[in-house]
């Protein structure tokens, strides 16, 4: 077994393999990747070779994602697949260790994943975080007491992309989860075009934005992002949604798993689901050193911890905090021991640590385990970005 990086066109054997496993199939996979071939130049993909024919492959998709109010890079790993042929030989495995290394070479400090089974991805050091969940109304319910203050622009994503781009910038940097893709990747959006709709103050300052496409007259609008960084922005996006009333039946949209849309409007009559097609995506810290500087609460805590996949985060740290943000040094007297799961969940903010012996995650005191709820305090964990 060898596995290297693929190079240049080498990238076409990747979406041979990926349509293989995850879309209809046989299909002219040569095409789909010229059309995307200039977007796929930052994305780094690996193969795993058998006698010198490739086996599997695994792609890192990069991304930027906001960790308790530190921007990181991330590692999105994606088109995971591997011929029936070669199954079961543990290619995939040599991969995903594989790409933890080259994630941290790269400066991704973190990694995030959907994954086809939960349980797969979790003997890599990935847990899982909430589903977002898919929301569904009548824009006939949407009933605003008062409106909102500003106006909305809208514009085709393919016209006006870098004020796209400026507002994401901006939204990442406003809350804990939130993520974007890179530039270059973003503009990956001109081969799927969606209208944007950009919501302004009175001051002319951006404060929403929502971006959707419309199957035609009497269909669906359907969201695939619904951003405001206040109540004023969102209340202006649905103002906008509204707008379509005698054009729409219903409007679909993405919530993140800690919002409460039934909250949103009185009589709305929102229905919730969840995406059936995928499990929870998952995340895992790759490079324990680079999570200094986040922002956390008080206190001060020493854990050992275990990570197999990733000897640099294995051993023994003392996490603090300085003018509220995180301190951590290597060493220190510990007063548990518990998986890189677990750091990576709390990190998330989606741990309850009393869960983790249950998971195999470790064993706590509750002395401890109120360290860490003091220094690192819950916080809604979501992913958006698709990939």
Request: one cysteine or more.
């Amino acid at each position: 077994m060898e596995i290297r990086k693929l190079i240049g066109d080498e990238k076409v054997h990747s979406f041979a393999q990926t349509t293989y496993a995850f879309q209809q199939s046989p299909a002219d996979y040569k095409k789909k990747y010229q059309e995307r071939k200039e977007f796929w130049e930052e994305t780094l993909t690996l193969g795993s070779y058998e006698n010198g024919t490739l086996a599997s492959v695994a792609s890192i998709v990069p991304l930027f994602q906001n960790i308790r109010g530190k921007i990181m890079k991330m590692g999105g790993v994606a088109g995971v697949a591997t011929y029936p042929e070669f199954r079961k030989r543990g290619h995939v495995k040599g991969l995903m260790l594989e790409s933890i290394k080259t994630m941290r070479d790269e400066g991704q400090s973190i990694s995030c994943l959907y994954p086809f089974r939960e349980s797969f991805y979790e003997k890599f050091g990935y847990s899982m975080l909430p589903q977002h969940c898919i929301v569904s109304f009548d824009p006939r319910a949407i009933k605003i007491e008062h409106p909102a203050q500003g106006s909305v622009q809208r514009f085709n994503v393919t016209e006006n992309l870098d004020e796209f781009i400026k507002f994401k910038q901006k939204y990442v940097g406003q809350g804990h989860c939130h993520a974007r893709f890179t530039d270059k990747k973003i503009h990956d959006a001109t081969l799927n075009p969606y209208w944007i709709a950009l919501a302004k103050d009175e001051n002319n300052v951006p404060v929403g934005c929502v971006a959707y496409t419309i199957t035609g007259f009497e269909g669906e609008l359907n969201v695939k992002y619904f951003h405001y960084l206040n109540a004023n922005g969102k209340y202006l996006l649905f103002e906008w949604l509204k707008r379509h009333t005698d054009q729409v039946k219903s409007i679909k949209l993405f919530t993140k798993p800690h919002e409460m849309p039934e909250l949103w409007l009185t009589d709305l009559k929102a229905s919730r689901s969840s995406r059936s097609w995928v499990p929870s995506p998952m995340a895992r810290i790759v490079d324990l050193m680079q999570l200094e500087g986040m922002q956390v609460g008080e206190g001060q805590i020493s854990l050992n911890i275990h990570d197999p996949q990733a000897s640099w985060n294995s051993g023994v740290f003392t996490f603090g905090s300085e003018n509220g943000k995180l301190t951590i040094e290597q060493g220190g007297s510990p007063t548990g021991k518990i998986s890189i799961h677990a750091l990576s969940a709390i990190i998330y903010g989606c741990a309850d640590p009393y869960d983790f012996p249950f998971k195999g995650w470790g064993n706590l005191s509750n002395d401890s385990i109120s360290q860490i709820m003091s220094l690192f305090p819950p916080l809604p964990a979501f992913l958006e970005e698709l990939f």
